[in-house]
C-alpha cells in the first residue's frame, strides 16, 4: 500500500492519473475505484457493520424483510444481486460498499460537509483488477468471457445469494460489480459497489492483506475549501449527483452557509 499526502490541486490531480496509462490502448485508462471519506480515520466499514455488534446475524432478516416488502418496486424475477442493489441505494445496512469510477465524485464526498472542514480527508483508490485475481476460477472466467474488469448484476447470477458468495470464495476475496442503472443519481455519481465474502470482514482488512491492491491519496484540511470550490466550478456538486429537490436543497444550503464557516 502506498499512502500519498499532497499538498496541492495539481499534485492531487497527478496521485489521481498514476499508473492511470495503459500502453496496449495507447489511452489513460485507469483500473481504480474511488471512494472519498472526509476524515482519514474513517475505515471502509459498511453500513451493516455499522448496525450493531451482532449483524452477521441480522443480515439474511434485513434482506428477507426488504425483498417482502419492496415487491411493488422491483420485479420478483430480478436477480438477487438487482435486489442487493437496490437495498443499498436506497439505505438498507448491507455489506456493499459505495465507490465510483470518477475521483472528482470521490472529491465531492470528501468535501461535502463543512462540519468536518477541520479534519484531513482521505481518497481510497482500489485496483479492481488486482483485487479481482483473487477471486476463484469460476468468477475469474465469467470476466474472461466478457471481457470485463468489473461485474454487472447479470455476470453475478451464478451466485444466487450471499451465502453461496460466501461459500464460493475462501479464503474470502472480494470483488467490484456496477449496480443497475435505477435511477440518475447511480448514473451521475459514475457509481459500482464493493462486497466482501464475509459479513463481519471490513474491506480495510481484506486489503491489508493485499496492499498491492490500493493506495491512499490523504487530502489536508487547508486544501478542503480549494477543492471544494474548484469542484463546484466544475458543476460537481450536489444539484447533479443527487438529482432532485432533495440535491438541490443540499446545494443551497451549502451555497448559503454562515460566512463565519468559511475561509477567511
Known sequence: MKETRVSSWNELMDSFYERAWTPNLNRFRPTFAFRGLPDAAYTLSTSLMRLADHHAQLEGHLLRNFKKYAHRVVAEEESFWYWLSVAQHHGLPTRLLDWTFSPYVALHFV??????????????????????????????????????????????????????????????????????????????????????????????????????????????????????????????????????????????????????????
Open 111 to 264: 468535501t461535502a460537509c463543512v462540519d468536518l472542514f477541520d479534519r484531513d480527508g482521505v481518497i481510497w483508490c482500489v485496483d479492481y483488477k488486482a483485487v479481482h485475481r483473487h477471486l476463484p476460477p469460476q468468477l475469474t472466467e465469467s470476466l474472461a468471457k466478457e471481457g470485463a474488469d468489473v461485474f454487472t448484476v447479470e455476470m453475478l447470477r451464478q451466485i444466487p445469494s450471499l451465502a453461496e458468495f460466501d461459500r464460493v470464495c475462501d479464503p474470502a476475496c472480494a470483488l467490484f460489480f456496477e449496480p443497475p442503472s435505477m435511477d440518475e443519481r447511480i448514473i451521475n455519481q459514475y457509481a459500482l459497489f464493493s462486497v466482501v465474502s464475509s459479513p463481519t470482514l471490513g474491506l480495510n482488512d481484506w486489503l491489508g492483506e493485499h496492499p498491492e491492491s490500493y493506495r491512499k491519496i490523504i487530502i489536508p484540511h487547508a486544501l478542503k475549501w480549494e477543492i471544494r470550490d474548484k469542484l463546484d466550478q466544475a458543476n460537481i456538486n450536489e444539484r447533479v449527483l443527487f438529482p432532485g429537490l432533495d440535491g438541490l436543497s443540499r446545494w443551497l444550503r451549502r451555497q448559503y452557509i454562515p460566512m463565519n464557516l468559511q475561509p477567511p
